[in-house]
């Protein structure tokens, strides 16, 4: 069998940011195995952010419900395990490289060459088959149309979380355009739940519509609201309305109003799972939504000694936007902010750099690298009027910010998750604790 460290430097090798539109290759790849999606249910999530926190809340859901469940995430943080879990285990290097094999023979034996994302959604499948999972939760890794999860046949449910301006070269320069790939993956005769509001809706309904899809629409159908919020819990509690019904009271452990539309939209999804049969219990459903757990997004550590430290994976506009307007808020106003930023070239960091520089934060830049990678200049040249200070890599910047921050202040890490995964594993061997 192949070792976890030349299957990784295989899957490297295909570029991890590589992209080909399509789903010729991921088709031949999966006819060749015998379809391995088709032998499981399936939740299909699309949307530019809050498909990882809304899957993440679903699957635990289901899990408390008794369900065996499957999570399909991406990117990963620290280890690509992380993007395949049954239960709330990742796979095994054993299995992950078991089933990489299998994929690498199919790509053998068909003259196919699978990008990374292609190969590790292959995996997974493979994996989850295997493994007789009940129900899979399948996050779309871009797009959706021509993401390599849309050969999924006919899901549950579809699942689109919100519209916002990212990864505009390959989905397009409008919320429009962006909404008519992410509505790709409504299939004829399911029910969708959606999360979008802006001219994103209209595409969405419009979709849904000529595919005979039943759709559940947040603010016509249903939303949820904030009732209250504590930071050192951590938890929200909110209320879900629905029209025609009374309002149902509900406490989760993600933070940041946004979490309560992402969490409507779960209680939505749960409701229509009911009507399809599939037996979910109040009880499971307020035990899913207070225990969720969805590393890197509004995560607080602290270490005796030092600022605390919250670390969102934030990284375009829309998402900065809702750091921001957390940043602000009364529990967070009057710590001394020290925020550690950096992006890759394809997003919009003039925006977010906007943003951000409205804040009473100290600055500290660095680079991630690679052909992707924002360089330290290009970067600095954004923050120009805040004096940042610049560094070589995120260790180098997370030591300058500890050095510079009053131990009652707060380090923010923010801007892409690659650099969130690297604070991550930092954090983890320097006994920083989860707050």
């Known amino acids: 069998m192949i070792s976890t460290d030349k299957l990784l430097a295989n899957l490297n090798r295909r570029g991890f940011f590589h992209i080909r539109p399509g789903l010729t290759r991921i088709e031949r790849i999966l006819a060749f195995l015998q379809h391995p999606e088709q032998r499981f249910s399936t939740v299909h999530i699309a949307g530019t952010n809050g498909k990882g926190s809304v899957g993440a809340t679903l699957a635990n859901i289901l899990r408390h419900a008794g369900y065996r469940t499957g999570v399909y995430t991406s990117p990963h943080l620290i280890r690509v395990n992380e993007r395949i879990q049954v239960g709330i285990n990742p796979i095994s290097d054993r299995d992950l490289c078991h089933w990489g094999e299998v994929v690498l023979h199919a790509e053998r034996s068909t003259r196919t060459s699978l990008t990374y994302f292609e190969f590790v959604t292959v995996v997974a499948f493979l994996y989850f088959a295997d493994a007789r999972i009940e129900v899979g939760v399948i996050e779309c890794g871009m797009g959706g149309l021509w993401d390599a999860t849309n050969v999924l046949p006919r899901p549950l449910l579809s699942i689109i979380t919100s519209i916002g301006l990212d990864h505009t070269n390959w989905l397009g320069k409008t919320e429009t355009a962006i909404a008519t790939q992410k509505a790709g993956i409504i299939k004829d005769g399911t029910h969708v739940i959606s999360g979008v509001r802006g001219v994103g809706k209209q595409v969405i309904q419009r979709y849904s519509l000529k595919n005979n899809a039943e759709l559940s629409q947040i603010d016509t159908d249903f939303k949820g609201v904030l009732v209250s919020e504590d930071w050192s819990s951590p938890t929200q509690y909110w209320s879900y309305i629905r029209k025609g019904h009374a309002p149902v009271a509900r406490t989760m452990a993600l933070m940041g109003k946004h979490q309560i539309d992402n969490a409507a939209v779960v209680k939505s999804a749960v409701d229509t799972l009911r009507k399809l049969g599939w037996g979910i219990s109040a009880q499971a459903e307020i035990a899913g939504f207070r225990s969720v757990s969805w590393p890197g997004r509004l995560q607080r550590f602290k270490k005796a000694g030092h600022p605390i430290v919250l670390i969102d994976g934030a990284h375009n506009p829309p998402a900065i936007q809702i750091l921001t307007e957390i940043l602000r808020s009364n529990y967070f106003k009057n710590k001394k902010m020290s925020f550690i930023f950096t992006a890759f070239k394809d997003k919009d960091v003039q925006a977010m750099s906007q943003m951000l520089q409205d804040l009473p934060a100290s600055f500290f830049l660095c680079s991630m690298g690679g052909e992707r990678g924002m360089g330290i200049d290009e970067l600095a040249m954004y923050f120009k009027n805040a004096s940042p200070a610049l560094c070589e890599t995120p260790i180098q910047a997370f030591?300058?910010?500890?050095?510079?921050?009053?131990?009652?202040?707060?380090?923010?890490?923010?801007?892409?998750?690659?650099?969130?995964?690297?604070?991550l594993e930092h954090l983890h061997t320097q006994g920083w604790r989860h707050a």
């Open 399 to 423: 030591q300058e910010a500890i050095r510079q921050t009053r131990k009652n202040g707060i380090i923010v890490v923010a801007g892409s998750l690659m650099l969130v995964g690297n604070i």
